[in-house]
């Protein structure tokens, strides 16, 4: 069955850079778009990211826009997430997550949700 | 950007209870929302996605309703199994989730 595995994760401190990846199995990466959602200690889910099934196109939280940048390797089954000038509010475990439905409607990525989820990789930013 | 709230934050229930948790959107969503199921240290699950929709394999005693702004999911008889935290998600632009239910042992 269709299985995401996330890796990558680790103590940084501030400022710092750091690449989450996520291998795809038990389904073909290349048919879906993909997510990233965190979750601070203690806290509920946020959603960081999207990119489309080919990379075409991506969408941010506004929290995370400008310092990280997702991307996807389909021949290698791989999503990544890559994290730059991190803060201490960055402290999460970080899910990938499959997406199942999403489109454009008004220049807006709308009407899809994340059905297949990774365990998680943890990341704490501290110095 | 649109908000999601859950209420309530916690609830306390027993074995064979009747559950009901609320999320409410702060402009209308249509259907456009899913709940998740998640335990301590696990990934959240999909239970019911477009608001009344059950994912395949879970079980029947899970429904979901609503349309607009207000939304609720119902277990119908609760388990052992169902203590748990519950989070609704709207997806009708973006993606936000509600801050969460956590369902306690009476």
């Known amino acids: 069955q269709a299985q995401l595995v996330e890796s990558g994760g680790g103590v940084v401190q501030p400022g710092r850079s750091l690449r989450l990846s996520c291998e795809a199995s038990?389904?073909?990466?290349?048919?879906?778009?993909m997510h990233w959602v965190r979750q601070a200690p203690g806290k509920g889910l946020e959603w960081v990211a999207l990119i489309w099934f080919d990379g075409s196109n991506k969408f941010y939280a506004e929290s995370v826009k400008g310092r990280f940048t997702i991307s996807r390797d389909n021949s290698k089954s791989t999503l990544y997430l890559e994290m730059n000038s991190l803060r201490g509010e960055d402290t999460a475990v970080y899910y990938c997550a499959r997406d199942r439905g999403t489109n454009m409607v008004r220049g807006a990525p709308a009407g899809g949700y994340m059905d297949v989820w990774g365990e998680g990789t943890t990341v704490t930013v501290s110095s | 950007d649109i908000q999601t709230t859950q209420s309530p934050s916690t609830l306390s229930a027993s074995v064979g209870d009747r559950v009901t948790i609320t999320c409410r959107a702060s402009q209308s969503i249509s259907t456009w929302l899913a709940w998740y199921q998640q335990k301590p240290g696990k990934a959240p699950k999909l239970l019911i996605y477009?608001?009344?929709n059950l994912e395949n394999g879970v079980p029947s005693r899970f429904s979901g309703s609503g349309s607009g702004t207000e939304f609720t999911l119902t277990i119908s008889s609760l388990q052992p199994d169902d203590f748990a935290t519950y989070y609704c998600?709207?997806?009708?632009?973006?993606?936000?989730f509600g801050q969460g239910t956590k369902v306690e042992i009476k």
């Open positions: 998600l709207q997806y009708n632009t973006y993606w936000t």
């Open positions: 038990g389904f073909t990466l290349s048919g879906y778009g």
């Open positions: 477009k608001a009344s």
